[in-house]
T-cell receptor, first 115, second 112 residues
Framework: SAVISQKPSRDICQRGTSLTIQCQVD?????MFWYRQQPGQSLTLIAT?????????ESGFVIDKFPISRPNLTFSTLTVSNMSPEDSSIYLC????????????FGPGTRLTVL | SQQGEEDPQALSIQEGENATMNCSYK?????LQWYRQNSGRGLVHLIL?????REKHSGRLRVTLDTSKKSSSLLITASRAADTASYFC????????????FGRGTSLIVHP
């Protein structure tokens, strides 16, 4: 099973600023996933990050707002740009357990509050 | 709307009692998964049941799947205070994306 860490674990940010969240996996993985969980809500997939290519964004999410980097097979970053209070959420990265298993391992999450 | 919807939204029980949570979904699935989330942290995968399976067990967990009713249930037997968490079902749709789609979750509180 993969061990995933995220930085920061939480942050309080001002409106209009940007925050970059880091996700580190202890093994090489093909795909990494970024989710948003708004207060009291379910998880919503933001994008899938592949190494060496552009991230694939889900409907309602755009690269200008949530730029993603995937420089190697163990690391990814998600930036939340030009933040507003509506961006206050928990942001989670995940990886698939074994290719084709559909089971996901999640990082501990980044709790973001935008004032 | 969500593919999976959990019921109830919140459940409060005493330690030692059983907890049952239900999940209903709309379209045909390849598999259905249950996850646990403690205090707004990362999710932990509990169990996966495939569309051709009807029941699976893992320790104190029992999951059933009824594809004719498009529903699943998660039973936690002899609950403990440490079981207090939110529980999410997630579905992988047949012929669609392999990435699970999550429901809104059931918040379980187990009182010692």
């Amino acid at each position: 099973s993969a061990v995933i860490s995220q930085k920061p674990s939480r942050d309080i940010c001002q409106r209009g600023t940007s925050l970059t969240i880091q996700c580190q996996v202890d093994s090489q993985v093909t795909m990494m996933f970024w989710y948003r969980q708004q207060p009291g809500q379910s998880l919503t997939l933001i994008a899938t990050a592949n190494q060496g290519s552009e991230a694939t964004y889900e409907s309602g999410f755009v690269i200008d707002k949530f730029p993603i980097s995937r420089p190697n097979l163990t690391f990814s970053t998600l930036t939340v740009s030009n933040m507003s209070p509506e961006d206050s959420s928990i942001y989670l990265c995940s990886v698939e357990d074994q290719l084709g298993s559909n089971e996901q391992f999640f990082g501990p999450g980044t709790r973001l509050t935008v004032l | 709307s969500q593919q999976g919807e959990e019921d109830p939204q919140a459940l409060s029980i005493q330690e030692g009692e059983n907890a049952t949570m239900n999940c209903s979904y709309k379209t045909s699935i390849n598999n259905l998964q249950w996850y646990r989330q403690n205090s707004g942290r990362g999710l932990v995968h509990l169990i996966l049941i495939r569309s051709n399976e009807r029941e699976k067990h893992s320790g104190r967990l029992r999951v059933t799947l009824d594809t004719s009713k498009k529903s699943s249930s998660l039973l936690i037997t002899a609950s403990r205070a440490a079981d207090t968490a939110s529980y999410f079902c997630a579905t992988v749709i047949s012929g669609g994306s392999y990435i699970p789609t999550f429901g809104r979750g059931t918040s379980l509180i187990v009182h010692p």
